[in-house]
T-cell receptor
Framework: QQQVKQSPQSLIVQKGGISIINCAYE??????FPWYQQFPGKGPALLIA?????SEKKEGRFTISFNKSAKQFSLHIMDSQPGDSATYFC??????????????FGQGTILTVHP | DVKVTQSSRYLVKRTGEKVFLECVQD?????MFWYRQDPGLGLRLIYF???????EKGDIPEGYSVSREKKERFSLILESASTNQTSMYLC??????????????FGSGTRLTVV
Protein backbone atom coordinates (compact mmCIF):
# COMPACT_ATOMS: atom_id res chain seq x y z
CA GLN A 1 0.00 0.00 0.00
CA GLN A 2 1.56 3.24 -1.18
CA GLN A 3 0.50 5.91 1.28
CA VAL A 4 2.28 8.71 -0.56
CA LYS A 5 1.83 8.91 -4.32
CA GLN A 6 4.20 11.06 -6.35
CA SER A 7 4.02 12.27 -9.93
CA PRO A 8 5.40 12.56 -12.52
CA GLN A 9 7.92 9.73 -12.55
CA SER A 10 10.23 11.80 -14.75
CA LEU A 11 10.35 15.43 -15.78
CA ILE A 12 12.37 17.33 -18.36
CA VAL A 13 12.60 21.10 -18.07
CA GLN A 14 14.58 23.76 -19.90
CA LYS A 15 17.00 25.93 -18.00
CA GLY A 16 15.15 28.83 -16.44
CA GLY A 17 11.82 27.03 -16.43
CA ILE A 18 9.64 25.97 -13.51
CA SER A 19 9.72 22.36 -12.31
CA ILE A 20 6.63 21.10 -10.50
CA ILE A 21 6.39 17.76 -8.69
CA ASN A 22 3.19 16.66 -7.01
CA CYS A 23 2.42 14.35 -4.09
CA ALA A 24 -0.78 13.08 -2.53
CA TYR A 25 -1.12 11.31 0.80
CA GLU A 26 -3.80 9.20 2.41
CA UNK A 27 -3.03 9.13 6.12
CA UNK A 28 -4.55 12.19 7.80
CA UNK A 29 -2.30 11.61 10.81
CA UNK A 30 0.72 12.74 8.79
CA UNK A 31 1.85 16.16 9.95
CA UNK A 32 5.34 16.66 8.56
CA PHE A 33 6.08 16.76 4.85
CA PRO A 34 9.72 16.97 3.70
CA TRP A 35 11.26 16.82 0.27
CA TYR A 36 14.55 15.06 -0.33
CA GLN A 37 16.99 15.54 -3.19
CA GLN A 38 19.26 12.74 -4.38
CA PHE A 39 22.20 13.06 -6.75
CA PRO A 40 23.65 9.96 -8.48
CA GLY A 41 25.85 7.93 -6.16
CA LYS A 42 24.65 9.78 -3.08
CA GLY A 43 22.01 9.24 -0.45
CA PRO A 44 18.97 11.55 -0.36
CA ALA A 45 19.42 14.85 1.46
CA LEU A 46 16.76 17.01 3.10
CA LEU A 47 15.84 19.91 0.82
CA ILE A 48 12.83 21.64 2.39
CA ALA A 49 9.95 20.67 4.66
CA UNK A 50 6.53 21.94 5.71
CA UNK A 51 4.04 21.45 8.52
CA UNK A 52 0.30 21.51 7.75
CA UNK A 53 -0.33 24.73 9.68
CA UNK A 54 1.00 26.74 6.71
CA SER A 55 0.01 26.58 3.04
CA GLU A 56 3.36 27.55 1.56
CA LYS A 57 7.03 27.58 2.45
CA LYS A 58 9.77 29.11 0.36
CA GLU A 59 13.53 28.66 0.56
CA GLY A 60 15.39 30.33 -2.25
CA ARG A 61 14.19 28.89 -5.56
CA PHE A 62 12.36 26.02 -3.85
CA THR A 63 8.74 26.33 -2.68
CA ILE A 64 6.41 23.80 -1.10
CA SER A 65 2.69 24.36 -1.60
CA PHE A 66 0.40 22.47 0.75
CA ASN A 67 -3.34 21.79 0.42
CA LYS A 68 -4.57 20.10 3.58
CA SER A 69 -8.17 19.59 2.45
CA ALA A 70 -7.05 17.88 -0.75
CA LYS A 71 -4.26 15.99 1.03
CA GLN A 72 -1.79 17.16 -1.58
CA PHE A 73 1.51 18.99 -1.59
CA SER A 74 3.89 20.00 -4.32
CA LEU A 75 7.45 21.17 -4.90
CA HIS A 76 8.08 24.09 -7.23
CA ILE A 77 11.58 24.82 -8.46
CA MET A 78 11.80 28.28 -9.96
CA ASP A 79 14.45 29.23 -12.52
CA SER A 80 15.50 25.58 -12.81
CA GLN A 81 19.21 25.00 -13.38
CA PRO A 82 21.16 22.03 -14.77
CA GLY A 83 22.60 21.56 -11.28
CA ASP A 84 19.06 20.82 -10.06
CA SER A 85 19.04 17.63 -12.13
CA ALA A 86 18.48 14.91 -9.53
CA THR A 87 15.87 12.54 -8.15
CA TYR A 88 13.36 14.17 -5.83
CA PHE A 89 11.35 12.35 -3.19
CA CYS A 90 8.42 13.65 -1.24
CA UNK A 91 7.78 12.09 2.15
CA UNK A 92 5.46 12.24 5.11
CA UNK A 93 5.59 11.35 8.77
CA UNK A 94 3.83 11.74 12.06
CA UNK A 95 5.76 14.05 14.35
CA UNK A 96 5.06 12.58 17.76
CA UNK A 97 4.11 9.52 19.72
CA UNK A 98 5.73 6.23 18.87
CA UNK A 99 6.23 7.07 15.21
CA UNK A 100 9.93 7.88 15.83
CA UNK A 101 9.72 10.10 12.79
CA UNK A 102 9.38 7.21 10.36
CA UNK A 103 9.21 8.64 6.88
CA UNK A 104 6.95 7.23 4.18
CA PHE A 105 8.39 8.16 0.79
CA GLY A 106 6.83 8.74 -2.59
CA GLN A 107 8.03 6.90 -5.68
CA GLY A 108 10.49 9.58 -6.74
CA THR A 109 10.78 11.94 -9.71
CA ILE A 110 13.83 12.07 -11.95
CA LEU A 111 14.30 15.71 -12.92
CA THR A 112 16.46 16.63 -15.91
CA VAL A 113 17.15 20.29 -16.61
CA HIS A 114 18.51 20.93 -20.09
CA PRO A 115 20.92 23.83 -20.57
CA ASP B 1 30.86 16.97 9.09
CA VAL B 2 28.25 14.52 10.35
CA LYS B 3 28.21 11.19 8.66
CA VAL B 4 26.40 7.96 8.05
CA THR B 5 28.83 5.43 6.64
CA GLN B 6 27.85 2.23 4.91
CA SER B 7 30.63 -0.30 4.77
CA SER B 8 30.29 -1.33 1.11
CA ARG B 9 29.27 0.57 -2.03
CA TYR B 10 28.84 -2.56 -4.14
CA LEU B 11 28.27 -6.18 -3.17
CA VAL B 12 27.67 -9.28 -5.27
CA LYS B 13 26.40 -12.33 -3.42
CA ARG B 14 25.10 -15.73 -4.38
CA THR B 15 21.58 -16.96 -3.79
CA GLY B 16 21.28 -18.54 -0.35
CA GLU B 17 24.22 -16.69 1.18
CA LYS B 18 23.89 -14.83 4.48
CA VAL B 19 24.62 -11.17 3.86
CA PHE B 20 25.53 -8.45 6.35
CA LEU B 21 25.18 -4.76 5.53
CA GLU B 22 26.82 -2.49 8.05
CA CYS B 23 26.01 1.12 8.90
CA VAL B 24 27.73 3.47 11.34
CA GLN B 25 26.70 7.00 12.34
CA ASP B 26 28.78 9.51 14.27
CA UNK B 27 25.98 11.87 15.34
CA UNK B 28 24.82 10.11 18.52
CA UNK B 29 21.34 9.74 17.02
CA UNK B 30 18.80 7.51 18.73
CA UNK B 31 16.92 6.49 15.59
CA MET B 32 18.36 4.51 12.71
CA PHE B 33 16.67 3.11 9.64
CA TRP B 34 17.19 0.73 6.74
CA TYR B 35 15.43 1.43 3.44
CA ARG B 36 15.65 -0.20 0.07
CA GLN B 37 15.39 1.90 -3.07
CA ASP B 38 13.96 0.48 -6.28
CA PRO B 39 13.06 2.38 -9.48
CA GLY B 40 9.42 3.37 -9.53
CA LEU B 41 8.88 2.28 -5.93
CA GLY B 42 10.83 4.97 -4.10
CA LEU B 43 12.28 4.20 -0.69
CA ARG B 44 10.60 1.50 1.36
CA LEU B 45 11.28 1.00 5.06
CA ILE B 46 12.64 -2.42 6.01
CA TYR B 47 13.41 -2.01 9.73
CA PHE B 48 14.19 0.76 12.15
CA UNK B 49 15.66 1.04 15.61
CA UNK B 50 14.90 3.70 18.22
CA UNK B 51 17.43 2.58 20.82
CA UNK B 52 20.16 0.04 21.40
CA UNK B 53 18.76 -3.49 21.10
CA UNK B 54 15.34 -2.08 20.17
CA UNK B 55 13.93 -2.64 16.71
CA GLU B 56 10.67 -2.51 14.85
CA LYS B 57 9.53 -3.86 11.52
CA GLY B 58 8.93 -1.47 8.69
CA ASP B 59 6.78 -2.01 5.64
CA ILE B 60 8.79 -4.82 3.99
CA PRO B 61 10.64 -6.80 6.71
CA GLU B 62 10.23 -10.25 5.17
CA GLY B 63 13.57 -11.92 4.50
CA TYR B 64 15.51 -9.42 6.60
CA SER B 65 16.61 -9.02 10.20
CA VAL B 66 18.60 -6.33 12.00
CA SER B 67 20.99 -5.93 14.87
CA ARG B 68 21.83 -2.91 17.00
CA GLU B 69 24.28 -3.77 19.73
CA LYS B 70 25.79 -0.29 19.94
CA LYS B 71 24.15 3.09 19.46
CA GLU B 72 26.27 4.05 16.50
CA ARG B 73 25.96 0.80 14.54
CA PHE B 74 22.92 -0.71 12.81
CA SER B 75 23.29 -3.86 10.74
CA LEU B 76 20.92 -5.31 8.17
CA ILE B 77 21.04 -9.07 7.69
CA LEU B 78 19.73 -11.06 4.77
CA GLU B 79 19.41 -14.54 6.23
CA SER B 80 19.32 -16.30 2.86
CA ALA B 81 19.78 -13.92 -0.03
CA SER B 82 17.41 -14.20 -2.97
CA THR B 83 17.46 -12.54 -6.38
CA ASN B 84 14.45 -10.37 -5.50
CA GLN B 85 16.61 -8.73 -2.83
CA THR B 86 18.83 -7.22 -5.51
CA SER B 87 18.48 -3.51 -4.76
CA MET B 88 20.04 -0.33 -3.42
CA TYR B 89 20.06 -0.34 0.38
CA LEU B 90 20.14 2.96 2.24
CA CYS B 91 20.86 3.45 5.93
CA UNK B 92 19.81 6.63 7.74
CA UNK B 93 19.80 8.15 11.17
CA UNK B 94 17.50 10.95 12.29
CA UNK B 95 17.34 13.90 14.63
CA UNK B 96 14.71 16.56 15.37
CA UNK B 97 14.76 19.43 12.89
CA UNK B 98 13.45 22.10 15.21
CA UNK B 99 10.38 22.58 13.01
CA UNK B 100 8.43 19.67 14.48
CA UNK B 101 9.76 16.93 12.25
CA UNK B 102 12.76 14.65 11.95
CA UNK B 103 15.63 15.19 9.54
CA UNK B 104 17.28 12.16 8.08
CA UNK B 105 20.95 11.81 7.24
CA PHE B 106 21.48 9.05 4.71
CA GLY B 107 24.52 7.02 3.84
CA SER B 108 25.60 6.77 0.21
CA GLY B 109 23.99 3.36 -0.17
CA THR B 110 25.04 -0.22 -0.86
CA ARG B 111 24.11 -1.65 -4.23
CA LEU B 112 23.56 -5.35 -3.66
CA THR B 113 23.32 -7.81 -6.51
CA VAL B 114 22.23 -11.37 -5.76
CA VAL B 115 23.09 -13.85 -8.51
Amino acid sequence: QQQVKQSPQSLIVQKGGISIINCAYENTAFDYFPWYQQFPGKGPALLIAIRPDVSEKKEGRFTISFNKSAKQFSLHIMDSQPGDSATYFCAASMAGGTSYGKLTFGQGTILTVHP
Amino acid sequence: DVKVTQSSRYLVKRTGEKVFLECVQDMDHENMFWYRQDPGLGLRLIYFSYDVKMKEKGDIPEGYSVSREKKERFSLILESASTNQTSMYLCASSSPTGTGGWGYTFGSGTRLTVV
